[in-house]
């Protein structure tokens, strides 16, 4: 039962497994704010890369992440990071980002530093006044949110997702950034137990977020 008005609806899934999109819809449809936390993970990452910081430079990572200020702003229906008030670029969706991101992700440090920042989301989302969140990653069901009102983990073969991804012009090495996700010690990309698994191969967008708004329609009608 649903006792709650202010829902956290958790995607977790991996690369090009129809999470943003997917996400984008539920926003849309149920007033929520969307997170996509990826991004900041790659904020984070160009910002080390900007520094030329490499993943075995530890203190160099930590007195990064000591010193920058995370803050968050609301671009329509979405949650941007800034780091010292400003707001990454297209760099983040580039190569050289696309490469790193999943190397800097799997340090526990980094992750420790943007544990409490994402959980901060909901209060970003209540004082924007929507009525919830629906937040995507890798961890968000077991870790971030692990008490979310709902959770989805979507997943789909790996040559289809290598295709989606290839038709956005892109050159991302998904199936590396795959292994070192689901094979890292700290929050390990998995299906948390309890979370609905939606398999995207042979679906559409609208039959991956229709599987999605029926358990959440039917959870809210009582409100
Ligand atoms: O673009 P794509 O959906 O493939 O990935 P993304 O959501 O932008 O995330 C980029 C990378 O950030 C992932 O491959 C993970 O290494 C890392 N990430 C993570 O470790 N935990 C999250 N909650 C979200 C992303």
Redesign the pocket.
């Known amino acids: 039962m649903i006792t709650s008005s202010f829902i956290i609806v958790a995607i977790?899934?991996?690369?090009?497994?129809g999470?943003?999109s997917s996400a984008r819809a539920l926003s849309e449809r149920f007033n929520l704010l969307h997170v996509?936390?990826?991004?900041?993970?790659?904020a984070i990452?160009a910002e080390m890369l900007r520094r030329g910081l490499r993943t075995d430079d530890l203190s160099g990572i930590s007195a990064t992440i000591a010193h920058v200020r995370l803050t968050t702003q609301v671009q329509g229906r979405s949650a941007r990071m800034e780091l010292d008030g400003r707001v990454a670029g297209e760099e983040?969706?580039g190569s050289a980002?696309?490469d790193a991101?999943?190397?800097?992700?799997?340090i526990p440090e980094v992750?420790q530093a943007?544990l409490a920042y994402?959980r901060g989301q909901a209060e970003v989302a209540r004082g924007a006044g929507f009525r919830g969140l629906v937040?995507?990653?890798?961890?968000?069901g077991s870790?971030?949110f692990p008490d979310a009102t709902f959770r989805f983990f979507l997943q789909a073969d790996p040559e289809e997702r290598a295709r989606r991804?290839a038709s956005e012009g892109q050159r991302?090495p998904?199936a590396e950034?795959?292994r070192?996700?689901s094979t890292?010690k700290t929050?390990p990309?998995a299906c948390p137990p309890g979370a609905l698994a939606i398999d995207t191969t042979h679906l559409n967008l609208a039959e991956v977020v229709a599987r999605m708004v029926a358990p959440i329609t039917r959870a809210l009608e009582p409100l």
């Not at 977790?12 to 497994?17: P, R």
């Not at 996509?36 to 790659?42: E, H, L, P, V, W």
């Open positions: 977790d899934g991996g690369a090009a497994s999470k943003s996509d936390t990826g991004s900041f993970y790659r990452t983040i969706r980002v696309n991101v999943s190397h800097f992700a799997a992750r943007l994402q937040m995507e990653g890798r961890d968000i870790v971030i991804r991302d998904i950034r795959d070192l996700d890292r929050a990309l």
